[in-house]
C-alpha cells in the first residue's frame, strides 16, 4: 500500500526538504510532486510524479502543450495549467525575462547558448526566437540525440516560432567531438529549415554549430554555396574552434547590413 505524504517523516517530505535544504538537493520526481501539490488515489504525489517522469523526460515535459500534459497519470486540467504556466515562466526567465537579450550577430548567440552546449556527450539542438528587433524572446531545447546524430524535423522548430509570434528563428548545436566544422547533414538540414522558415513567413536567420572552446570568429563567404562560415580568428581553420555559422541561400544572417541583418518586420 502507498504511503500517504502525511505518513512520510516531515525531514523527507518535499516541501520540507526544499525549504531545509533548497531545490538543488531533490530529484526531478520531488520538484514535481510540488508542483502536482498532491497525489491520486492509491499514489502519493511523489509515485505520481515518477510515472509521469517514466513516460515524459523532463526535457520532453517542458515542451508538451496543456492538451499533451492533461493525457498524463493524475494531472487534469487544472494541473496541467500550473505545470504550464510553471513551464513558461521558466522559459522567459531563461530567454532573459524583461530585460531580453540581443541576437545581432552569431558572437551574441554563442555568447547565450555556447556555455550549455560546450562539452556535452551528445548533439542539442537549441532554438533562439527572435522578435522585429532581434531581441531573444524565447530559448527553447529542441532536440537531443546521440554522440553525432540527431533527428529534427521542421515542426519542432518553428511550433515555438509561431506559438511565440517571432519573426525570427536561430538554430544553434554542438558537436561533442569538439570540432565545429558543419557535416553535409548540417548543410542539408539548413536549407531544409530555410525552406520550412519562408513558407511559414518565419524566417531561418542562422544556423550556428559550437565547437569545443570559446573563441571569436571572422566570416568568410562562399558566395557558391551562400554561407557565412565563422572561424577562429587568424586560424584559417575550423578545428577545435569556436563556433560556425551556416546560412542557406534566402535566411537573412546575423552580423550587419552587408550580410543581411536588418529589422525582420517592418521595424
Known sequence: MSLRILDIPPSERPRERLLSQGPRALSDAELLAILLGSGVEGSNAVEVAQRILSMAPPSRLLRMAPGELRGLPGVGPARACVLTACFEL?????????ERPRASSPEEVVALVG??????????????????????????????GTADAVLLHPREVFRPALSEGACGVVLVHNHPSGDPA??????????????????????????IVVGAREGSGRAEQRPDRGEGRLLREGS???EQGGFVSLRAEGCPGLGGEEAGTRPLRGE
Do not use: C, I, K, N
Open 90 to 98: 521558466a522559459r522567459r526567465a531563461e530567454a532573459g525575462g524583461l
Open 182 to 207: 558543419p557535416s553535409g547533414e548540417d548543410r542539408r538540414l539548413t536549407q531544409r529549415l530555410a525552406e520550412a522558415g519562408r513558407a511559414l513567413g518565419v524566417p531561418l536567420v542562422d544556423h
Open 236 to 238: 584559417g581553420r575550423a
Open 115 to 144: 556555455p550549455r552546449l560546450r562539452g556535452l556527450p551528445r548533439e542539442v539542438f537549441v532554438g533562439l526566437y527572435l522578435d522585429g528587433r532581434g531581441r531573444v524572446v524565447r530559448v527553447e531545447t529542441l532536440a537531443e
